[in-house]
């Protein structure tokens, strides 16, 4: 693991914004299919990408790990780092606003330190302690405010995206622990796993659902979620990850919120209310103050 460079806050910065526009691209998906064809649709279009670049291409992937003993390395990731948060998101965002769901995300540091304290090298100090902290703090004055001022949003929903921010964090810890495998092993085989897991779901849907009335946006919002916020989006996040730790990578959760309100905004015309505003601000400060604790390394 070794200190960030500019290099690699650019792609965290690009990251942010790939990861942002995922959430008003769930609410167009959602027009017209359900969780598990949203779900198992993103992983489809992922792995296809996936197969076609490197294997064809670039050959840089052993697809026979898949039909070893170690498979099951590659069907846990898939689970906990694809299919959960996944369909977590997709059944929480139903109940709020696109921008809302991209600034609860932002809970992801606050589970990364201590995830990462606990169970890797990457050790906390003052400032990631406490700039995660501000950011924990963000996600109180959002649930406040969505819950018990606007009451727009049930808990149910809130916590449904919570435990997919923490089901990543989760899965990050596990990729960081099988580094052993590059980059494109990892990120391509728990992507076919996570496809073959919901494959049983996405038939039954599908089997119930009219696709003629399915919109045409919809579509190309599914094939987005597939190739960049899954499959590119992915492949830049593991590589944060072996570079620079899960800690650093997680700091994307920071980011997500801004691009995701902001697409929000232009895409669904969905407002945001002050106290979104204040904890957009909060997010960003506690950005900063994470930084210093890499400057401290």
Partial sequence: MKKPNLHNYILLFILGIIWGSAFFNYKITLKSFDIFVLSGGRLFFAAIFFIFIYNIFLH???????FSKKFYIFFLIGLINYVMPFTLIAIGIKGMSSGLAALLMSAGPFYAILFGHIFTKDKFNKYKLFGSIIGFLSIFILVYDQIYIT????IVSIIFVMCASLSYIIGGVIIEKNRKYNNETIASLSMISGALILIP????????LNLQDAKFESILSLIYLGIFSTAIAFMMRAKLIFDNGLVFMSQVSFLIPISGLYFSWI????KFTHNMLYSLILIIFGLFILQRGYKNI
């Fill in 151 to 154: 009451k727009s949003t049930t």
């Fill in 267 to 270: 895409f669904l015309n969905e």
């Fill in 201 to 208: 779901f996405c038939i039954y849907e599908l089997a119930n």
């Fill in 60 to 66: 840089t992937v052993n697809f026979k790990l898949l």
